[in-house]
């Protein structure tokens, strides 16, 4: 068999989403030979994803988990890619969000004595109060936040591998791989190990289908406001990100059922609904869009291998948070694949080996 053998890798990463595109960026710069595959031709939550990253989230203004690690990584990792690839990917914005009642206005006034959260917090002195919006009892400008242009980092690290001759086109089916002691072997090549970092669609493969996914459905609007947008986001329930121009993005919503790419009517009222009364301007629905986010039941990434087969690791569950948790974990997965670091309990699938072997 090894005399029909094309090529040879260190890594096959399947998928190229946010997840995969991280780990192949990760483990190129560590001097590995990777093959991205990818199937154009199925739905990918990172195309339709809005890509914002907000260090305090819900009705309860919490700090996201690790933000202190998470964001400034992100970050970097970000703007060294935009040079790398001299396309505008990282979008570094304020959101601004608007108080509901007198009573809210009082509990996140209440959440700045906590320095961890006072430290994403701008000066009242110097935040900008965003003219489209109602804003009747105030607000407060959220900072170290903003947006990735996640098609546009898809597209140009597409391009970068393609341009190496590390990028394939082709469907994939994980029946079809063959191990052996030394090697995988696919479509004639080997590699040393195989990630699979195939979102949503992981849950249908029968060497992880036992891990706890659960995906989420999320639809987003994109609309033009009769307002020219600046580069601040608002957060009220929903999500207003200006794009360019006249063109904001509107979202999302969550279902954990019809679990399908199909966007509809009910997800468009909804987002509507708490849209029409937070906009002084009138707006008008340019497209709508839907994703599968692949989410975990603890809501942490799960990346690891395979509890019987070394040769075959996952890198999914990145759930709503992706644009942040993806180069944090590509990076601890990168040296975990490369150098033998241990993975944070929290995320490595050992949490679940039990779900395997029962």
């Not at 995969?20 to 710069?29: F, K, Q, R, V």
């Not at 003219?131 to 980092?153: A, C």
């Not at 993806?326 to 040296?335: V, W, Y």
């Amino acid at each position: 068999m090894t005399g029909n053998i094309h090529n040879s890798y260190d890594y096959l990463i399947v998928g190229q989403g946010i997840a995969g595109t991280s780990l192949a960026w990760h483990l190129h710069n560590s001097g590995k030979k990777v093959l991205l595959v990818n199937d154009a031709s199925l739905p990918s939550s990172s195309k339709v994803a809005a890509g914002i990253f907000n260090p305090l989230t819900g009705k309860k203004l919490v700090k996201t988990w690790l933000a202190d690690d998470i964001f400034p990584y992100a970050q970097n990792f970000y703007s060294l890619l935009e040079k790398k690839l001299d396309a505008p990917i990282l979008h570094e914005a304020s959101i601004f969000r608007p108080f509901r009642s007198i009573e809210e206005q009082n509990l996140y006034l209440s959440r700045t004595s906590d320095p961890g959260i006072a430290a994403y917090i701008q000066d009242t002195k110097q935040e900008t109060v965003p003219s489209h919006v109602h804003t009747p009892y105030g607000g407060m400008e959220v900072i170290q936040s903003g947006w990735i242009d996640l098609p546009v980092l898809l597209e140009k690290s597409r391009e970068y591998f393609s341009g190496i001759n590390q990028y394939l086109e082709s469907s994939f089916n994980a029946e079809d791989l063959k191990f052996s002691d030394e090697h995988v072997i696919w479509k004639n090549n080997t590699f040393d190990k195989v990630i699979l970092c195939q979102g949503y669609m992981a849950g249908e493969n029968s060497f992880f289908n036992w891990l706890p996914f659960t995906p989420v459905k999320g639809e987003i609007l994109e609309v033009e406001i009769e307002e020219p947008a600046g580069t601040q986001i608002v957060n009220q329930g929903i999500f207003i990100l200006p794009v360019s121009g006249l063109k904001y993005r509107v979202g999302a919503t969550y279902s954990w059922d019809n679990l399908d790419w199909e966007i509809t009517e009910n997800a468009k009222k909804d987002l509507e609904s708490k849209l029409r009364p937070l906009l002084k301007s009138p707006y008008k629905i340019v497209s709508q869009t839907a994703g599968i986010r692949p989410s975990s039941f603890d809501r942490r990434p799960m990346l690891g291998l395979h509890p019987k087969n070394f040769r075959l690791g996952i890198f999914n569950g990145l759930g709503t948070k992706g644009v942040t948790l993806a180069p944090f974990f590509a990076n601890q997965f990168s040296e975990y694949l490369v150098q033998d670091k241990e993975l944070d309990e929290a995320v490595n699938i050992k949490r679940y080996f039990s779900l395997y072997f029962r």
